[in-house]
């Protein structure tokens, strides 16, 4: 954890939390009583759901124990990226820091996590971010360590973002107009 924390005061951490414009506008995160519908066919393992509920758009996919999901408000002033896992990845409820790892660049974050009251046993929780980098580097990189250097990392395959990503952006619009 030593070595982590050393490596973050070292790094300009490019991922804003967003806190502002999140704090300006209704919770983008999705709930489980929206009504999510199935947008498409699957791309490359990712699958796209318009949200009736809010009128926006996001991508799920699943890896091993765990599942990520993706999305934007549907104002696109602020993004969000969840992992969720079965694993015991040492986080308790409430907000705590997240960091990720993209194309050998540490991003950090502010999350609201969840562990032990989502159904199957999983925890983790999102990233809410306004940065343009960090969201390139998730469409255009291949894998994403969750947690780096710590006994709780995990890694997350995000081949096919860049394709779901496109399929949400023209699902979101759909979702506009």
């Known amino acids: ?10 790094l300009s951490l490019s991922v804003s939390c967003a806190t502002t414009a999140f704090a300006q506008q209704d919770n983008p995160l999705p709930l489980a009583t929206d ?28 890896f091993g124990p765990g599942s990520v999901q993706m ?3 549907a104002d696109q002033s602020v993004g969000y990226l969840g992992v969720f896992t079965t694993l015991d990845i ?19 974050g502010v999350v609201t996590t969840t562990t032990g009251q989502l159904k199957g046993g999983y925890s ?40 779901a990503m496109a399929a949400g952006k023209k699902c979101l619009a759909e979702q506009a107009g």
């Open 1 to 10: 954890m030593k070595n982590l924390l050393n490596l973050v005061a070292a």
């Open 35 to 62: 009504q999510l519908v199935r947008y498409g066919p699957d791309i490359e393992g990712w699958t796209v759901y318009a949200n009736k509920t809010r009128g926006d758009c996001l991508i799920v996919s699943s």
């Open 71 to 73: 999305g934007v408000a």
């Open 90 to 108: 040492g986080i308790q409820n409430g907000a705590n820091e997240i960091f990720v790892e993209i194309g050998g660049k540490l991003y950090a």
């Open 124 to 163: 983790g929780g999102y990233i809410l971010t306004d940065d343009p980098a960090f969201k390139r580097a998730v469409a255009k990189q291949y894998t994403m360590t969750v947690f780096p250097q710590t006994a709780g990392a995990f890694v997350v395959d995000l081949t096919g973002t860049y394709k």
